[in-house]
């Protein structure tokens, strides 16, 4: 069974997604951890009722993004993570990360990569018309949202929808398609 750690800035509605795809069965994984750069973001409370373990880190109480990953790193080989899954974590990873889970992070981005990187991709179709946008998984790089493409699903706009009805239709597509990619590289990784 692949063991996660989940990195998660926010509200945890894609961590949510994936402990209980792992609940229902459709995801053969364990998380044994749960990391946040935020005090106050939701995610924390809903790990902690799963009782799996947290990491809450302030970056400005480090030296330099070196010093918290290398943290971060320790608290990950400690519990021995496997892979490193991005769900509304708004941090690049540095080199440390990388380094030591080389094609082992994902990210979830809320658009049709290479479109609309970087935050509030929701906004940037929304201010853009596009009739289309979507979501991706990728692995990850030390670009914003370049690491190569692991699996699309469009999403399509309509004339009268607002901000938030595509936002609403885009997190019911990434909690289908996050567990999936993620079972599909655990079959991956016992068939090796």
Known sequence: MMNLAIFASGTGSNFDAIMTAIEDGKLEANVS??????????VIEKAQRRQIDTVVFNPKSFANKEAF????LKDCKD???EWIILAGYMRLIGSTL????????????????????????????????????????????DGMDTGPIID?????????????DIKQKIQA?????????IQSLTIKEESR
């Open 33 to 42: 951890l749960l990391v946040s750069d935020r005090i106050d973001a939701g």
């Open 69 to 72: 990953e290398k943290a971060l």
């Open 79 to 81: 519990r021995g993570v």
């Open 98 to 141: 990388l380094m030591a889970y080389e094609h082992r992070i994902l990210n979830i981005h809320p658009s049709l990569l290479p479109a609309f990187p970087g935050k509030d991709a929701i906004g940037q179709a929304y201010d853009k018309q596009v009739k289309l946008t979507g979501v991706t998984v990728h692995y990850v790089d």
């Open 152 to 164: 699309q699903e469009a999403v399509r706009i309509h004339e009268q929808d607002t901000k938030d």
């Open 173 to 181: 597509v990434e909690h289908e398609l996050y567990p999936r990619v």
